[in-house]
């Protein structure tokens, strides 16, 4: 059983029920030492297993860690990594449903950054690797502590896709779900270029465009490519739409921040990686930029307000709030929908582009 199923959610609450069981039975049992040894463990294995049970619910509703092997799915960060040469492997991992689109999983290895990292990648009903149409791109960045699997089961991306594109409420559209860290659960990069480690900008933003276009039916121009997160992945969507213009026409937040919350190396989280800071003090790209909060998520809301305030031309802002809400999945599935259909505004639909290799 994976560590986010139903079933490690069933045993750790037997187990916590078992535990409170044992701890009525032997809490008058036996005398002197004893006793105190017999509710000694009977306490800790209500505490234990409760414990177990809370981090089980939290896991299987937010994907925190999906498989056994969450933390060893990459490989380290190091500057003696090969670079991307070609294919490296492109299995479907969901294509069961007729009439929906289908997710294939992929290796990124880059060139640019030393990074090699894995991605899924979202290709809509019709999409033909023999075919002349070029699609436009979202790429969807997950939350810290998390991995791109959030996206495919926790908030259904999928399947919230296939149905809004065939509502025609969004054009056919590849949604790239890259990994944000070569140690998920450990590195918190909030896809930045860390001083003397990662380089996950690098990766996000040269690499695995890069691969992209080499590997997928994707249009080049970048007013055809996109960023979507939710949480720090929000955050790194808004932060790298700001520096990268020439790479992204439009992004979309749901429940982001202003700043990265972490150690950089030499300070830029307070100027060049401060979002705010980038308003106030450096030229404004034309892009579009999508803010969605809940208002009872009061570090989001607060972030939003200051963002939509600081925002002027030719940095094109749209906000949106839900009532209630929080800082959890149930927010971000409620705004989902809405924000991949505003970022397919921007990106126009699938075209033919002539002269361009096609991919591998």
């Known amino acids: 059983m994976a560590p986010d199923s139903t079933g490690i959610e069933l045993v ?36 234990v297993t409760s414990v177990a049970f809370a981090g089980s619910w939290v896991n299987h509703e937010v994907d925190f860690w999906p498989s056994w092997t969450s933390e060893h799915d990459t490989v380290p960060d190091t500057k003696s990594a090969a670079p991307a040469t070609g294919p490296i492997s492109a299995g479907p991992v969901t294509s069961t449903v ?36 070029r699609y436009p791109v979202i790429e969807a960045l997950h939350g ?27 054009a056919p559209t590849v949604v790239l779900f890259p990994q944000q860290s070569p140690r998920p659960l450990r590195l918190d990069t909030e896809c930045t270029n860390l001083v003397g ?45 700001l520096r990268h213009p020439n790479q992204y026409a439009a992004a979309a937040s749901l429940s982001g921040y202003l700043d990265p919350g972490i150690h950089v190396g030499d300070g830029s989280e307070h100027t060049t990686y401060n979002i705010l800071w980038r308003l106030q003090h450096l030229p404004v790209p034309a892009a579009a930029l999508y803010l969605a909060c809940a208002r009872a998520d009061t570090g989001a809301f607060n972030a939003t307000v200051a963002i ?20 959890s999945t149930q927010s971000w599935r ?25 991919p591998l």
């Open 334 to 358: 409620a705004m989902e929908a809405p924000a991949f259909d505003w970022l397919s505004t921007w990106l126009g639909q699938p075209n033919t582009e002539v002269g361009l290799p096609s």
């Open 197 to 241: 480690s990662a380089q996950t900008e690098t990766f996000l933003t040269q690499d695995v465009p890069e691969y992209a276009r080499s590997h997928f039916k994707v249009r080049s121009d970048h007013s055809a490519w996109s960023l979507i997160g939710f949480s720090a992945g929000a955050y790194c969507a808004t932060q790298l739409l």
């Open 98 to 133: 007729r009439g929906s689109g289908r997710v294939v999983t992929v290796t990124v290895t880059g060139a640019a950054s030393k990074l090699s990292m894995p991605m899924w990648v979202y290709l809509p009903v019709g999409y033909d690797p023999a075919g002349s149409l």
């Open 12 to 47: 750790t609450v037997v187990a916590a029920i078992l535990a409170a069981a044992a701890l009525a039975l032997f809490w008058n049992r036996s005398q002197g030492w004893r006793r105190v040894v017999l509710r000694g463990v009977s306490v800790l294995a209500c505490v």
């Open 144 to 170: 810290y502590p998390g991995v791109p699997a959030q996206w495919l089961h926790a908030l259904n991306a999928p399947k919230i896709l296939d149905r809004e594109i065939a509502a025609g409420r969004m």
């Open 308 to 327: 939509a305030k600081a925002g002027h031309n030719p940095l094109a802002l749209t906000t949106s709030y839900i009532n209630g809400g929080g800082h």
